[in-house]
């Protein structure tokens, strides 16, 4: 039964630093490996898929690398903005789309 | 192009009503899930549909959870005799093309239901 991890469950930074958010899971027999944003009441937005064939994947100050072998991806932002505070999910993709229980994001002016 | 449309965005019930929650999946999509959430928790998948079929639905409950996806109109989720329990953010998510479940291809999220049993 595939068990995704996100730690810590909250991260508070001053902005401008570079960030890393950590996702892990149990089964590496996945699709992909997925990252949302969810802001307060709203849905979740798809920020980066990375195919399980590829290592990462980049879009604009986002980066999310995958390593399947130790079942681990990682999200890097960049230059971190206010904008960016939001809860951040990872869900892995095998028999089921598996989220994890998501890391909320404050970036302080 | 709309997005993912879901109503209503809060819905009250008293304990015994019955709950219907509407998805309308982004134009050409023909493949929706719902999902909940509850405080603090991740989105749990409860089921997966197509037009006129159940794909997999072994995330829902077996009693007073229901789900379909008509030909036409939106995908309804009905609750029945709704408890304190299922007081909960339920997301509908589509995707457009067909394959294994779940799609290797980026889902399209609504912006929620929020149910509140009384």
């Known amino acids: 039964k595939q068990e995704v991890t996100q730690i810590p469950a909250a991260l508070s930074v001053p902005e401008g630093e570079n960030l890393v958010l950590n996702c892990s899971f149990t089964?590496?027999?996945?699709?992909?490996l997925q990252w949302f944003r969810q802001d307060p009441g709203k849905g979740l937005t798809s920020l980066l898929l990375?195919?399980?064939?590829?290592r990462e994947q980049t879009s604009g100050r986002l980066n999310a690398s995958l390593d399947k072998s130790s079942g681990r991806s990682t999200l890097y932002i960049a230059a971190s903005q206010p904008g960016d505070s939001a809860t951040y999910l990872c869900?892995?993709?095998?028999?089921?789309?598996?989220f994890g229980k998501g890391m909320k994001l404050t970036v302080n002016p | 192009n709309a997005g993912v449309m879901q109503n209503p965005r809060h819905l009250v019930r008293r304990r015994g009503q019955e709950a219907r929650l509407r998805c309308s999946p982004m134009?050409?999509?023909?493949?929706v899930y719902w999902y909940r959430q509850l405080p603090e928790e991740g989105l749990k998948f409860m089921v997966y549909?197509?037009?006129?079929?159940?794909?997999?639905e072994s995330g829902m409950p077996k009693e007073r959870f229901s789900a379909e996806f008509p030909k036409e109109g939106p995908s309804i989720l009905r609750i029945q005799q709704v408890v304190r329990g299922d007081s909960a953010a339920y997301f509908c998510?589509?995707?457009?093309?067909?394959?294994?479940?779940?799609?290797?291809?980026?889902?399209?999220f609504g912006s929620g239901t929020q149910l509140s049993v009384l």
């Open positions: 869900a892995a993709s095998s028999e089921k789309l598996v």
């Open positions: 089964d590496s027999a996945i699709y992909n």
């Open positions: 990375i195919q399980s064939s590829q």
């Open positions: 134009k050409g999509h023909s493949h």
């Open positions: 549909l197509q037009k006129e079929n159940i794909i997999d």
């Open positions: 998510a589509s995707h457009k093309t067909g394959g294994p479940s779940p799609p290797n291809e980026k889902l399209f």
